[in-house]
């Protein structure tokens, strides 16, 4: 399986949630994070890893090599026991810093047409292959990636300002028809009501957890964390053989199926002329 995680607004931390998941999915299947971010990695100086191997490396190599095993010689182990997560290292191929880098990388795999034939030929092989790549739009390298992926999961605050610009993005980079689900870090509007107007299902709503942060950055932390009992639940939904599609987180009702991009949908729900809004999002009367 593929999985692309991404954003189309802002910084809502895909990278942590990306690593969260990651470390979080159900053994024994084999799982491996790439760092597919064109604005450049930070999983290397997060949790101290060498400059190489890692998305660089396997770049160059791929223009030679495209068999399914490749992948795995790229990529270095982040430490064990992170939070919520496997207590073994996950294996990762880590972006360089800084953008240029990461951009001229990744377009050497799209160059060489080994961008998705690399990454799906292990997906092929039983593995599960987690792409963190970062904010899309419709110049992003990773566009690619995330066109041939499994499932999409894009990740936004349920804020009206946030959630106007997703609408809007959607459209942007043609996203519709990859059927996203959509993750929603912190409160805001209620999930049924954003899963109502944008026509994507609700997986699960990312809690505020500072601690279960730290430790996906690289920090000492308890194992037991909210973050990680999310993300261990959006995993064992996502792995089920019976999902077959996403679906709603439970308790949330499952949207009509739209009939094309329409940036009109979240409008529905804005704040009205004279209305307030509370810093979570929720609308209120002045």
């Known amino acids: 399986m593929l999985i692309a995680v991404c954003s189309l607004t802002g910084a809502p931390g895909v990278t942590t949630w990306t690593v969260a ?28 890893l060498a400059s190489a191997p890692g998305l660089v490396s396997l770049a160059a190599a791929a223009r030679r090599d495209t068999t399914p095993g490749l992948l795995w010689s790229h990529t270095q182990a982040l430490p064990g026991g992170l939070p919520g997560g496997r207590r073994d290292g996950l294996p990762v191929v880590a972006a360089p810093p800084g953008a240029d880098y990461t951009r001229a990388a990744l377009h050497t795999l799209l160059d060489s047409r080994a961008s998705v034939s690399v990454l799906r ?11 963190d790549c970062g904010r899309l739009d419709s110049t992003s390298p990773a566009l690619a990636i995330a066109r041939e992926a499994d499932q999409v999961l894009l990740l936004a605050r349920p804020l009206a300002d946030e959630l106007t610009t997703l609408a809007a993005g959607l459209s942007m980079v043609d996203l519709w028809s990859m059927r996203p689900g959509l993750l929603l870090a912190g409160a805001g ?9 944008l026509g994507i299902p609700v997986l699960a709503v990312v809690p505020h957890d500072p601690r279960g942060v730290r430790g996906l950055c690289g920090q000492s932390s308890s194992r037991r964390s909210r973050l990680g009992r999310t993300a261990r639940a959006v995993a064992a939904q996502l792995s089920s053989p019976s999902t077959g599609a996403l679906l709603p987180a439970a308790g949330h009702e499952r949207p009509v199926e739209h009939t094309g991009p329409r940036f009109e949908l979240w409008q529905a729900i804005r704040p009205a002329p004279g209305s307030t809004t509370a810093s979570n999002g929720r609308r209120g009367t002045a």
């Open 21 to 48: 998941l990651a470390a979080c999915w159900p053994q024994p299947a084999r799982t491996v994070l790439i760092e597919c971010d064109p604005s450049g990695g930070s999983l290397a100086a997060r949790f101290g």
């Open 189 to 197: 509007y209620p999930a049924s009501e954003v899963a109502r107007n």
């Open 121 to 131: 030929g292990v997906a092929a092989q039983g593995a599960v292959v987690i792409a």
